[in-house]
């Protein structure tokens, strides 16, 4: 069961750069990460996905490193509607004798100001 | 194309009473998962389906909560004797199939209040 860890909020200004790091020491080998945006009365909406190294697409990048037991999401130039709270998920459904389990972290909520 | 729909998307109810949640998926979807939000909390799994596999039911918070899926397409949640500590959003999301690797699309929810 890979715990995840992700700081609670973060303000940032319109026009900077946000990272968000989450903590996922017992991440298993076939585990991927998933980062989710979820606004206010809505449910979680996919941003983006990894296993290693560095993903972009054209929303956010996510990075990991070697040893996967953490991941950054880096959203850059925010604007003021990425105000929201951000998910880091890890977990893969496809190992049933592990036990399965999707653990999301607590959410970090984003202030963006003008 | 339609994305995941959940009925009600509000509920009240007494205390004691059973109360039963839906969700379509995706069409073409084979996996199912249904989650807990509590006010201002973070995304609680419950429970998910993969095709017309048996479901793992490791999440579920106590016996009073089951969950079915007709045919591998909608999926009902069932509480039975709901209390007050029930009372959350419950979310439901689809994806092509089960794994990390599969992005998984939610439904706008349905807020529970049990009074």
């Known amino acids: 069961l890979a715990k995840t860890t992700q700081p609670i909020s973060m303000d940032s200004y319109e026009g900077q750069e946000v990272n968000i790091t989450c903590s996922h020491n017992?991440?298993?080998?076939?585990?991927?990460i998933t980062w989710y945006q979820q606004f206010p009365s809505q449910g979680p909406r996919f941003i983006i996905q990894?296993?290693?190294t560095k993903v972009t697409n054209e929303v956010a990048s996510l990075f990991i490193p070697a040893d996967r037991k953490s991941s950054t999401l880096s959203l850059p130039r925010v604007s003021l509607s990425d105000t929201a709270v951000y998910y880091c998920?890890?977990?893969?459904?496809?190992?049933?004798?592990?036990?399965?389990?999707?653990?999301f972290g607590g959410g970090t909520r984003v202030l963006v100001k003008p | 194309g339609a994305g995941v729909s959940q009925s009600p998307s509000n509920k009240v109810t007494e205390k004691g009473k059973d109360v039963e949640l839906r969700c379509d998926p995706i069409?073409?979807?084979?996996?199912l998962y249904w989650y807990r939000q509590s006010l201002g909390q973070g995304l609680e799994f419950l429970i998910y389906?993969?095709?017309?596999?048996?479901?793992?039911k490791s999440g579920l918070p106590s016996d009073r909560f089951s969950a079915e899926r007709t045919g591998g397409s909608v999926s009902t949640l069932t509480i039975q004797r709901t209390q007050q500590e029930d009372s959350a959003v419950y979310l439901c999301?689809?994806?092509?199939?089960?794994?990390?690797?599969?992005?998984?699309?939610f439904g706008p929810g349905t807020r529970l209040t049990v009074t």
């Open positions: 999301a689809s994806s092509l199939r089960a794994g990390g690797s599969h992005e998984q699309y």
């Open positions: 017992n991440i298993a080998t076939n585990d991927y």
């Open positions: 990894g296993y290693k």
């Open positions: 998920l890890v977990g893969d459904f496809m190992i049933k004798a592990a036990g399965n389990k999707l653990t």
């Open positions: 069409s073409g979807h084979t996996a």
């Open positions: 389906f993969q095709g017309n596999s048996a479901p793992d």
